[in-house]
């Protein structure tokens, strides 16, 4: 029977897959080489649980000492290198793998956190960092504002994936029955606000309109 361990190295390592591919279609479409393809898939893919395990104390990380992760990111960034019209063919491919890899990172992150004895808050928080470290570090490396800045229910989502993970380990349900809720929740989530356009509230005018408000007012008054 297959082990608690086990189970979340399988889902960080298919985390770690889905991440790569959103960052190696962002860099081809940005026109990047095969280098710039596969660092981008790296990055995409192993940031945040770089991050993760750097936070909560598993260091080395795990994707700088298990020749797995480099080799699943290396293995997505070639196949959507060599067949990007295939993967293209999908409505918002970025976004939808993007999405996958949110919520199976969100899970993993979660879990790992509480198996080094975090309390649930941090648990939880944890595993949403774990989610968005990646796309974070791979908008910021095309010089793009990151998703969870900026998209609908980014950040959001990975909570409550992370969330239900934490709340069925309080109650003792099982890892995996747990973890599938928790990814189904946050990839749902994410689906429906990409579909719906679902988001936070934001603010109605930026400081750049206030200040032109403010300017043609001090006109008109003068």
């Not at 993967?87 to 996958?100: E, N, T, Y």
């Not at 199976?104 to 939880?124: D, E, H, R, S, Y």
């Given at each position: 029977m297959i082990t608690i361990d086990a189970f979340v190295h399988i889902l960080d390592l298919a985390g770690t897959f889905v991440f790569?591919?959103?960052?190696?279609?962002?860099?081809?479409?940005r026109r990047l080489d095969v280098f710039g393809v596969l660092v981008l898939s790296f990055v995409a893919g192993n940031f945040g649980g770089i991050t993760r395990d750097v936070m909560i104390g598993a260091v080395?990380?795990?994707?700088?000492?298990?020749?797995?992760?480099?080799?699943?990111?290396?293995?997505?960034?070639?196949?959507?290198?060599?067949?990007?019209?295939?993967?293209?063919?999908?409505?918002?491919?970025?976004?939808?793998?993007?999405?996958?890899g949110l919520s199976?990172?969100?899970?993993?992150?979660?879990?790992?956190?509480?198996?080094?004895?975090?309390?649930?808050?941090?648990?939880?928080l944890l595993g949403m960092l774990t989610g968005i470290g990646g796309g974070m570090m791979r908008d910021v490396l095309l010089a793009e504002i990151p998703q969870v800045l900026r998209?609908?229910?980014?950040?959001?989502?990975?909570?409550?994936?992370?969330?239900?993970?934490?709340?069925?380990?309080m109650f003792g349900l099982p890892y995996g029955v747990s973890a599938m809720a928790g990814a189904a929740l946050c990839f749902g989530l994410r689906f429906m606000a990409i579909r719906y356009g679902w988001h936070l509230p934001t603010a109605h005018r930026s400081a750049r309109k206030r200040t032109d408000a403010d300017t043609s007012d001090d006109e008109d008054a003068s």
């Open positions: 790569a591919i959103s960052g190696a279609v962002a860099a081809i479409d080395p990380p795990a994707a700088l000492t298990d020749g797995l992760y480099l080799l699943v990111s290396v293995l997505a960034g070639l196949m959507t290198f060599f067949w990007y019209t295939d993967v293209g063919r999908l409505r918002s491919p970025v976004l939808l793998f993007d999405a996958a199976l990172f969100a899970v993993t992150g979660a879990q790992k956190a509480i198996g080094f004895g975090l309390n649930p808050i941090m648990a939880a998209s609908d229910l980014y950040a959001v989502a990975a909570l409550a994936g992370a969330s239900a993970v934490v709340i069925g380990d």
